[in-house]
């Protein structure tokens, strides 16, 4: 402890090199920096790889998934219930579809007459009842081997411009075939 | 100095990294992919209704009181409300030409503050009413704002469907 402190001022000449020489080797420090050789990019790795897992989970987390289009607008509402799993039954301005299929072409907000069981002024859409059938009973035997209750719900996704008339028809068909609640599908237009 | 450069490139290969490059490559693009088609997801909500059921129901002992059976039918020249009673005087459509929706919830909830138990209504319309008048209105006859602590209550949120006017 003693000899530390005499150490410098014991031989002033050794103390003022050894100050030189550890300025010179920072200075050579300065003027050579270390070469980066490569960056290590496995923590921007795990990073991006849960990003990734979250925004797939997020993704496949969304019951419905719509496709909206020229012809399909969803109308505003301040409704605060979350869709969930159900048939979907989809009427644009052109066709009706189940579950992505097309069942009944729609000309000028009406269903033709020839597929409608009891003509021009009938609600009973033949193909629709027929295809909504056999969804049901797929419905309902998955439900029997996994022993819930068949609940006859669907969702209705309709273009905003919908006459009420083609709306009842469809929901009148969708009722022949067992399903009585119906999920309208709506854009929430508050926060 | 040949051994030394052999010892030198031996140290390297055991030191090797896989190439991580390529996997990022991908893992970036599958993001960029991802985000742009969530900010392309629109929230969505759904509104409950039901159409009507036949058959049963009736006879079930005698109710205390007698049922509202109130409907809501939307017209080309406005609402028209209708119960047991008898139909209510309608409300016009405002001179703009939209529909009356705040006056259908304050009529409704006067109603409502007359029969606080019931939840059911139902919905009848024109033929040739749009869709987006239907939900407009299915959202004028759920809730209300209540006036004593701006929360919104609930008027008539089991909605059954009838079928239109022909």
């Known amino acids: 402890m003693a000899s530390a402190q005499s150490g410098p001022s014991a ?50 987390a969304s019951a419905t998934l719509v496709n909206m289009d020229q012809n399909l607008s969803l109308p505003p509402s301040q409704t605060r219930l979350a869709p969930k799993q159900a048939v979907p039954v989809t009427i644009t301005k052109r066709v009706v579809l189940v579950e992505g299929d097309a069942v009944a072409p729609i000309t000028n907000g009406r269903i033709d007459p020839q597929l409608k069981r009891d003509g021009d002024n009938g609600y009973y859409i033949t193909p629709l009842v027929d295809m909504l059938g056999k969804v049901a009973r797929r419905e309902k035997k998955v439900a029997e081997m996994s022993g819930q ?42 926060e | 100095m040949r051994r030394m450069r052999d ?53 079930e002992g005698t ?32 001179p703009a030409g939209d529909y009356d929706y705040p006056a259908l919830t304050a009529k409704l909830t006067e109603i409502k503050k007359q029969f606080a138990d019931e939840t059911k209504a139902t919905f009848n319309a024109d033929a040739a009413v749009p869709y987006e008048i239907v939900v407009r209105t299915l959202d004028a006859m759920r809730t209300y704002p209540d006036e004593k602590d701006a929360h919104e209550r609930e008027l008539f949120p089991d909605i059954v469907f009838a079928a239109g006017i022909l």
């Open chain 1, 11 to 60: 031989n002033p000449v050794a103390a003022r090199l050894a100050g030189k020489r550890a300025i010179r080797s920072y200075a050579r420090k300065l003027a050579e920096p270390e070469d980066i050789k490569d960056l290590n990019i496995v923590p921007m790795m795990d990073m991006m790889t849960i990003i990734l897992v979250f925004l797939l989970k997020s993704f496949t």
């Open chain 1, 149 to 190: 209750k068949f609940d006859g719900e669907l969702t209705i996704i309709a273009d905003r411009h919908t006459p009420y008339r083609l709306l009842t028809e469809i929901l009148y068909s969708c009722g022949q075939a067992e399903y009585a609640n119906f999920r309208l599908l709506v854009l929430k237009s508050r």
């Open chain 2, 7 to 59: 010892q030198f490139e031996e140290a390297d290969e055991e030191t090797a990294e896989i190439n991580l490059v390529p996997y990022m490559d991908i893992v970036t693009n599958i993001i960029i992919f991802l985000l742009a088609s969530v900010i392309n997801q629109v929230p969505l909500g759904t509104v409950n209704v039901s159409s009507p059921t036949f058959g049963g129901g009736a006879g």
């Open chain 2, 63 to 94: 109710p205390d009181k007698p049922a509202l059976n109130l409907t809501v039918t939307v017209g080309q020249t406005g609402f028209t409300l209708a119960g047991s009673g008898g139909v209510m005087s309608p409300i016009p459509k405002l």
